[in-house]
């Protein structure tokens, strides 16, 4: 079996959601797939940035995240231990391996989150995008 179709079957595969996080068509009118490590990275990216108790068949799914987002008070501090404590609670991410810089500016803030999956040993990262945390009232 090749090295691709092992990390297939370990990370498995999932419908690949565009930066709207939107499924995407190909042309042919079928769902675009995701699969191995991408799979993870995706998955990691949803779960952030997904409300926590909001999935109807999961209320342990998501982060606190979304609600900070609205703080505009908020720390970095408070916000790398959420980040951490989301990704640590899932098992395919090595324990104590979360790392994450927080850039600000003006009324826009990215999130860089830096870990490495179980049983592998390269380092792997995510980009949350510009999010704007200065809701309008």
Do not use: C, W
Not at 48 to 55: A, D, E, Y
Not at 132 to 137: R, V
Request: net charge negative.
């Amino acid at each position: 079996m090749s090295n691709n179709n092992q990390n297939n079957d370990i990370f498995g595969a999932d419908i690949y959601m565009d930066d709207d996080f939107k499924p995407s068509i190909l042309n042919n009118g079928e769902l675009r797939l995701v699969t191995g490590v991408e799979t993870i990275l995706q998955d990691i990216r949803l779960r952030l940035i997904t409300l926590k108790g909001t999935l109807f068949y999961d209320s342990t799914y998501g982060s606190e995240l979304p609600l900070f987002m609205k703080d505009d008070e908020i720390d970095n501090t408070s916000i790398a231990s959420e980040v951490a404590r989301t990704l640590e609670a899932d098992p395919r991410i090595e324990p104590y391996s979360v790392s994450t810089v927080i850039e600000k500016n003006m009324d826009e803030m990215s999130i860089i989150v830096n870990f490495q999956l179980v049983g592998n040993d390269t380092p792997h990262n995510i980009t949350l995008p510009k999010i704007n945390f200065l809701q309008e009232g």
